[in-house]
T-cell receptor
Framework: KAGVTQTPRYLIKTRGQQVTLSCSPISGHRSVSWYQQTPGQGLQFLFEYFSETQRNKGNFPGRFSGRQFSNSRSEMNVSTLELGDSALYLC??????????????FGPGTRLTVL | DQQVKQNSPSLSVQEGRISILNCDYTNSMFDYFLWYKKYPAEGPTFLISISSIKDKNEDGRFTVFLNKSAKHLSLHIVPSQPGDSAVYFCAASNYGGSQGNLIFGKGTKLSVKP
């Protein structure tokens, strides 16, 4: 079974631009969560989608948004990029999104650098 | 305010010895705890978990202990192997609460020396 895939793996953008990252979950998984990893803050939850609906959102500004398609693939978008948005963006998928019953499987991440 | 804390950024252990990684949490609503391992250039990989109704869970060389009164959990790796060298993240969630939302600590980098 193929794992979680994320594209692109690396991205360089300049301040003020916008960026779209993509995540393809494991086949059959309907929940997709996004996390931001930075050296100072560790992994922080961005949002979670299930069956095309955002069910949960972390404490990030509105510049961070996402969506999920009918095939469970998900995209996240960051508008008006800031230097502090430089981070590793990780996507995780599971059947139901409940960590107590379903393991979250992570993709390799997209490394975003904002210059 | 950090709800899950891993106070040791790094740990160095000799091969064959025990590695003990610690994690503290502040939110008493957490009822499920997980450990993930992360190698460079890869996403985190699930290692082991424990429900708040238990105080110990074992899986091969890995054992997680939970002390609810102290809001503390630890991961024991016995015996440690060089391939265990990675960053270990402690994570927590509350059942029936926020879906798809794990609260992570900042990680502990484990180095196992041959």
């Amino acid at each position: 079974k193929a794992g979680v895939t994320q594209t692109p793996r690396y991205l360089i953008k300049t301040r003020g631009q916008q960026v779209t990252l993509s995540c393809s979950p494991i086949s059959g998984h309907r929940s997709v969560s996004w996390y931001q990893q930075t050296p100072g803050q560790g992994l922080q939850f961005l949002f979670e989608y299930f069956s095309e609906t955002q069910r949960n959102k972390g404490n990030f500004p509105g510049r961070f948004s996402g969506r999920q398609f009918s095939n469970s693939r998900s995209e996240m978008n960051v508008s008006t990029l800031e230097l502090g948005d430089s981070a590793l963006y990780l996507c995780a998928s599971s059947f139901s999104g409940d960590p107590a019953t379903d393991t979250q499987y992570f993709g390799p991440g997209t490394r975003l650098t904002v210059l | 305010d950090q709800q899950v804390k891993q106070n040791s950024p790094s740990l160095s252990v000799q091969e064959g010895r025990i590695s003990i990684l610690n994690c503290d949490y502040t939110n008493s609503m957490f009822d499920y705890f997980l450990w993930y391992k992360k190698y460079p250039a890869e996403g985190p990989t699930f290692l082991i978990s424990i429900s708040s109704i238990k105080d110990k869970n074992e899986d091969g060389r890995f054992t997680v202990f939970l002390n609810k009164s102290a809001k503390h959990l630890s991961l024991h790796i016995v015996p440690s192997q060089p391939g265990d060298s990675a960053v270990y993240f402690c994570a927590a969630s509350n059942y029936g609460g926020s879906q798809g939302n794990l609260i992570f600590g900042k990680g502990t980098k484990l180095s196992v020396k041959p």
